[in-house]
């Protein structure tokens, strides 16, 4: 059983930063496959928003374009995601998973208890 664990969130006013952590205690994990991050607010369906492949090539949803940054670090086992100039709409449980090959797809594992984030003054 693959377990993930998120941290970094918190509540930030609008326009601060944050940074998120995801960990696995299988350190290949995160290493060895795509992997992305997650977004869920209230009454809303769980949205990918960021992602990133075993290459390093990224992808991001329009709406934080220019303001989130995913990336690894450089032993590769641990994901990062650098959200900048946060707006009260990015407020979210945010989780990260290993999106499948098949979009419709559920993602890999079994999610994570997520990181909320909370932007508001």
């Known amino acids: 059983q693959v377990q993930l664990v998120e941290s970094g969130g918190g509540l930030v006013q609008p326009g601060g930063s944050l940074r998120l952590s995801c960990v696995c205690p299988?350190?290949?994990?995160?290493?060895?496959?795509?992997f992305g991050w997650y977004r869920q607010a209230p009454g809303k369906e769980r949205e990918l928003v960021a992602s990133?492949?075993?290459?390093?090539?990224?992808k991001y949803v329009d709406s934080v374009k220019g303001r989130f940054i995913i990336s690894r670090d450089n032993t590769r086992t641990t994901l990062y995601l650098q959200m900048n100039n946060l707006k009260p709409e990015d407020t979210a449980v945010y989780y990260c998973?290993?999106?499948?090959?098949?979009?419709?797809?559920?993602?890999?594992?079994?999610w994570g208890q997520g990181t909320q984030v909370t932007v508001s003054t």
């Open positions: 990133i492949t075993r290459g390093g090539e990224t």
């Open positions: 299988d350190r290949n994990i995160i290493s060895m496959n795509d």
């Open positions: 998973n290993a999106p499948h090959s098949a979009p419709a797809l559920p993602p890999l594992w079994t």
